[in-house]
């Protein structure tokens, strides 16, 4: 089972403690059950002094050792499993981390975020479950061993209705664990289809079919993962039935038939029934929490293959592989950027977009200007200019140095970037040391003075218009002091004034403190201030 498998990963002495003290807890429990079978055999023994006592004393201690070896169990079971999810977790983050933008867009943030959340929420909920069933498992082992020596017929037939039972959940478990699954894929279609009626809410507020429609995408995803989960339910619900009739049945064979089949066995009837009746409540404690256990397994699995997709598309020159380059690899500034007959192809999609072949030259302290109408390719060669599109063919090299395959994550660290569909962080990562007077004349600069303070690193406030957010990423990408600065259609969402102010102002001062811009731009009334334009035309590089 892949669940237990990912348990055992992080903490194997913890598991080790926690089936020993199951193992101590379900040994007194049978213990004290025998203790009890033996008073209950002799009322009187206490009174007359004859080992009743003693026996009493042993049932305490017992008793004890129960409280105490179940208690350090299920102390024991939520940390096993919170630290086998925060290693997966962190497995999971590092993953994504080494792949390359494509194949996360592949992917897709709705898998990601199902799995980062959901699913390791349903096996943080499995702790408990989990524990009471290992705790029964191990009472099981004992009261069977104890079945068997006051009553082997009993315990045979016990063991067949067990093995029956057990069966029954087994055959069904595929059935419920494809149902699961698809239940879980369609919880994510809805997690996505709600992120969109949110991020879309005000154009949906505008236009009642387009609400209408997109609320009914939502609604029928909802109502596909119900129909998965109850497809799961009424498969346990029949197993849950069928191993109370399996039980009820094996009881009414033990008092009812048995004796007519053997005379001898009507001695042992009583205790025999007793034994069982002992042994049903922490079978039952199990299969009670099957349910809990296959759906944790479910998304268990989803885990761990999200963790092997990203091993599998995981490239050489991730995090783990660059701690093993040296130094000469490493770059903090370069005198040209080359892209010889690149070509990068979207693929998979329909469309067999993308651009190419495409030659160009990129020297220190430049100031490009990217140009072109809508769809022509302009962001896909800043993706590949950028190194966060790894190119189809063609060669991409730094001072003669080839980028791809084992440069790509010291090249990237040249660069410093506002995209188009930019995410604003609201705490400056990888920025250490920022000098408060620089912070105070850039904030004077993008007329943020008043507005956001830097308070330990992190911005005070991130609730601001969309222009401004757009000059606070642009305050980030700054703080970064990287050699090239890639801007993507920046200044579309600036005032006309604030517009000016950028393009005749701002990036002259930009380029004074040592970097290299190149920004893509429909504003042709400041074409005149590049030094050179890249003009993009159908995914080639036109003029």
């Not at 017929?153 to 478990?173: N, P």
């Not at 950028?502 to 005149?528: K, M, S």
Request: hydrophobic fraction near 45%; proline fraction near 3%.
């Amino acid at each position: 089972m892949i669940l237990f498998s990912l348990l055992t990963r992080s903490d194997r002495p913890s598991i080790r403690r926690f089936f020993q003290l199951s193992a101590i807890s379900g040994l007194s429990s049978t213990y004290c059950f025998y203790l009890v079978m033996q008073a209950a055999a002799d009322p009187g023994a206490l009174t007359r002094g004859d080992g009743g006592f003693w026996a009493l004393l042993q049932f305490l201690v017992a008793l004890g050792v129960f409280c105490i070896a179940q208690l350090k169990a299920l102390g024991l079971s939520g940390p096993i499993v919170e630290h086998a999810i925060h290693d997966v977790r962190t497995r999971l983050v590092t993953g994504l981390q080494a792949v390359e933008l494509r194949d996360a867009e592949r992917v897709g943030t709705a898998r990601i975020t199902s799995a980062l959340s959901t699913d390791t929420q349903i096996i943080s909920q499995s702790a408990a479950p989990i524990a009471f069933a290992g705790q029964s498992l191990m009472m099981v082992v004992f009261a069977s061993a104890y079945l068997a020596i006051i009553s082997p017929t009993a315990m045979v037939l016990t063991l067949i209705v067990s093995v029956v039972a057990g069966w029954a959940y087994l055959t069904h478990s595929q059935v419920v664990g494809d149902a699961l699954d698809g239940a879980r894929a369609r919880s994510a279609d809805m997690q996505a289809h709600v992120l969109a009626l949110v991020a879309g809410f005000k154009e949906l507020k505008l236009s009642d079919e387009k609400a209408f429609d997109a609320r009914m995408a939502a609604v029928n995803s909802s109502s596909e993962a119900m129909t998965h989960k109850l497809v799961a339910h009424h498969a346990l619900s029949r197993d849950f039935v069928l191993s109370n009739l399996a039980m009820f049945g094996l009881l009414g064979t033990i008092v009812f038939l048995m004796p007519w089949v053997r005379s001898a066995f009507s001695e042992s009837v009583s205790e025999s029934v007793t034994a069982v009746m002992f042994l049903i409540s922490p079978l039952f404690g199990v299969l009670g929490a099957v349910p809990q256990i296959v759906l944790a397994n479910v998304s268990a699995e989803n885990l761990v293959e999200l963790e092997k997709l990203f091993e599998s598309v995981k490239t050489s020159h991730g995090p783990d592989a660059e701690e093993a380059a040296t130094s000469a690899d490493r770059l903090n500034d370069f005198a040209e950027i080359r892209l010889d007959d690149v070509r990068f192809r979207y693929g998979g999609q329909g469309a067999d977009f993308g651009i190419g072949p495409v030659s160009l030259t990129l020297r220190k302290g430049e100031l490009v200007f990217i140009t072109g109408d809508n769809g022509s390719g302009k962001s896909t060669l800043l993706k590949v200019l950028s190194g966060l599109y790894r190119p189809t063919d063609g060669r991409v090299s730094v001072d003669g140095r080839t980028v791809w395959p084992d440069r790509a994550t010291h090249y990237r660290a040249l660069m410093s970037a506002v995209f188009a569909d930019f995410y604003l962080f609201n705490q400056l990562h990888g920025v250490k040391n920022l000098d408060p007077e620089w912070c105070r004349q850039w904030m004077e600069r993008l007329q943020l003075q008043g507005k956001v303070r830097i308070e330990d690193g992190r911005f005070s406030s991130v609730s601001l218009s969309t222009g401004q957010r757009k000059r606070l990423a642009l305050f980030a990408a700054l703080a970064e002091q990287r050699p090239l600065l890639i801007l993507d259609e920046w200044a579309a969402d600036q005032d006309p004034t604030f517009r000016k102010q950028f393009y005749q102002e701002l990036l002259p001062v930009i380029r004074a403190e040592g970097r290299t811009i190149v920004a893509i731009t429909h504003d042709d009334a400041y074409f005149h201030l590049a030094d050179r334009r890249i003009h993009v035309a159908g995914g080639m590089v036109t003029s």
